[in-house]
């Protein structure tokens, strides 16, 4: 016989992981080799800043003010009789600025096509799909708020921006559904929570993650931040999105500045969070001592005891005899494991107590620390009583303004060190990948071909790299939007605009397609000009053949016997149009168009 050897597997592993098993580390598989690896997509930083968010508010004297209920949300309105100022880490928790969440989620909805640039824009810049959007919020009722907002600015339904919190059932639909819909159908675009798809739900054609609130945990980042990075095919993705043409990455838009935060390994009080405070209470009240119950319950009274009036306190502390503080304090005291062990040592006599001993010892420390509790309730329905009354302030008064919303410096940084990496990969294999060769030798000595491309692209879509033109474009569009042009869709021929551009030879990075197309009406022009026109026909034939040498640098006579010639007459509609000058016209429209 031997003891069994103990294998922990985590995706997010904190400081006590590590000690628990004294820092034997066997194996780590990081996020970045996950990506080189395409079983998680990579994601860039989008920061949104405000003044409102960054600095707090303040509401002038003589306005009338809403003051709202955080349960019932029941509201009244007084007049303020001086100026009422709050702190930006105050905001939806004692204040709500309904313009500053307005802000935030007009940037976002604004930014949207610079943050996805391959997208189909609609005629007033917006997108005319939006990306499946989870976006993070503070409470429950900070949720409402979100959802509200986003439905009024998006333009969309209520089945088009949902929350899915534990609460949601309250409204008639179960969250359980609401998450499938987001998951599968279409009309679901953006969906707001609060925990409840933070950790082990899978989403996967969720492409932006909004952080609308502050994490402190970077074990509880890390699990709402990979509700972005799931892989997903592109068959699937398109069904929900149709103009997505593949999840190459997620942006993460950081509207608190939770990434530029120094995150800690923590391991919350909190275990129940769908459970209200007073069912909370009930059941300990019943008897219940399970860890995640009392717990939970500890840190409601310690988070109440900071928020609660000096005249509640003394209400508590009268009807106690102790104040919550000291309540909430024996119980995480009665919950450490290694008070546990002391305790049963004490009691057995005996330096290594057995579990069953562990677990009377533990039993008998929690029934004590919840005594207070259990055993009064009068206590139980006062502090109930209490957590209802407080009231959220509405602030109408304060008219937010964006001050920033950009890229991320660490967005911006990856940005440059892929194109210089990319620069330097052009340098060191110009003489073994022909397409290099043949795009650095000025004049060209050779026509480029389809397969040189398609076998640059194969080379540097393998790892370590992963590079493909999309991940390319977005780099120098991060850098430098203005000299990029052309959207829509990547394809493997903009490598050639992107070798060009790399190596010094283009001024500007267009789309190769963008780039034939203006060659192919200048080609056009000149015809005209030499009074050579087209018919109707051989017009619509000739934008075929242009569209061809966009997506294979060449066309010849067997391309015409193909898709999408063949649909439109093949080989024979094209000599019954050009005749015997159909070999020279493919020859000069390769020539001109896809040099």
């Known amino acids: 016989y031997f003891d ?21 580390l066997v194996m780590e598989y990081g996020h970045e080799q996950a990506v080189a690896d395409r079983v998680n997509v990579d994601f860039d930083v989008f920061r949104i800043r405000t003044e409102v968010s960054e600095k707090g508010g303040a509401i002038p004297a003589g306005f009338i003010t809403e003051f709202r209920d955080r349960e019932t949300l029941q509201q009244r309105f007084e007049k303020i009789d001086e100026d009422l100022e709050y702190q930006a880490g105050q905001l939806d928790r004692k204040v709500v600025a309904p313009d500053q969440i307005r802000t935030v989620v007009r940037t976002l909805r604004d930014s949207m ?31 409402d708020d979100i959802v509200k907002i ?10 088009g921006a949902v929350k899915i919190t ?20 279409y009309p679901t675009r953006i969906a707001v929570t609060v925990d409840m798809i933070a950790t082990g739900t899978d989403v996967k054609p969720i492409e932006c993650v909004v ?34 043409q593949a999840k190459e990455r997620f942006v993460l838009v950081d509207a608190v500045g939770v990434t530029e935060t120094d995150l800690h390994d923590t391991v919350p009080l909190e275990r129940k969070h769908g459970v209200g405070f007073d069912r909370l209470l009930n059941l300990i009240g019943l008897g219940d001592t399970s860890e995640d119950v009392v ?25 106690a005899g102790m104040s919550l503080t000291e309540i909430a304090r024996h119980v995480v005291d009665a919950l450490d494991p290694d008070r546990h062990y002391r305790a049963a040592q004490e009691a057995t006599g005996a330096d290594d107590p057995s579990p069953e001993q562990i677990a009377t010892a533990r039993e008998q420390m929690v029934r004590e620390a919840v005594k ?47 194109v210089e990496s990319f620069r330097q990969f052009i340098e060191d294999h110009r003489d073994d990948i022909n397409a290099l060769d043949v795009l650095y030798r000025q004049p060209y000595q050779a026509r480029l071909t389809y397969a040189d491309i398609r076998e640059l692209a194969n080379v540097i879509g393998r790892p370590p790299r992963a590079w493909t033109p999309d991940v390319l474009w977005r780099a120098y569009e991060v850098l430098d939007a203005s000299k990029v042009r052309g959207s829509g869709p990547r394809v493997n021929t903009d490598l050639v605009s992107l070798v060009r551009y790399a190596l010094g030879e ?46 294979s640098l060449s066309a010849e006579r067997r391309d015409l016997q193909e898709l999408p010639f063949s649909a439109e007459g093949g080989l024979g509609k094209a000599n019954q149009l050009f005749g015997a000058s159909l070999d020279v016209l493919l020859a000069e429209l390769t020539r001109d168009l896809a040099a």
């Open 211 to 244: 952080f609308m609130r502050m994490v402190r945990s970077r074990n509880y980042f890390e699990q709402m931040k990979g509700r972005g990075v799931r892989v997903m095919n592109t068959e699937d993705l398109q069904a929900v999105t149709p103009d997505a």
């Open 372 to 418: 207070p509790l259990a055993g009064n309730s009068a206590l139980r329905e006062k502090l109930v009583e209490i957590r209802r009354s407080y009231e959220q302030i509405i602030d109408t008064a304060t008219q937010d303004r964006v001050i920033s919303g950009e890229f991320s410096r660490d967005a911006t940084d990856r940005a440059k060190a892929v």
């Open 295 to 319: 717990s939970s319950a500890a840190s409601r009274l310690a988070r109440l005891d900071k928020r609660i009036t000096k005249t509640d306190r003394q209400e508590v502390e009268t009807i």
């Open 4 to 24: 069994a050897f103990l294998i922990g597997l985590t995706a997010t592993p904190g400081t006590q992981t590590f000690g628990f098993f004294n820092q034997n």
């Open 506 to 551: 283009a001024d500007e990075l267009v789309a190769y397609p963008v780039l034939v197309e203006e060659r192919f009406q200048a080609w056009l022009a000149q015809q005209n000009r030499g009074g050579n026109k087209f018919s109707a026909e051989q017009l619509a034939y000739l934008h075929l053949i242009k569209d061809h040498l966009a997506a």
């Open 113 to 143: 096509p610079t943050m996805f640039p391959d997208r189909a824009v609609c005629d007033d810049g917006r997108l005319a799909h939006i990306p499946k959007t989870l976006i993070f919020a503070k409470t429950d009722s900070h949720a």
């Open 150 to 159: 986003v439905r009024e600015e998006f333009g969309l339904s209520n089945q």
């Open 166 to 185: 534990y609460k949601s059932g309250d409204s008639g639909a179960k969250p359980e559904q609401l998450l499938q819909s987001f998951r599968t159908s």
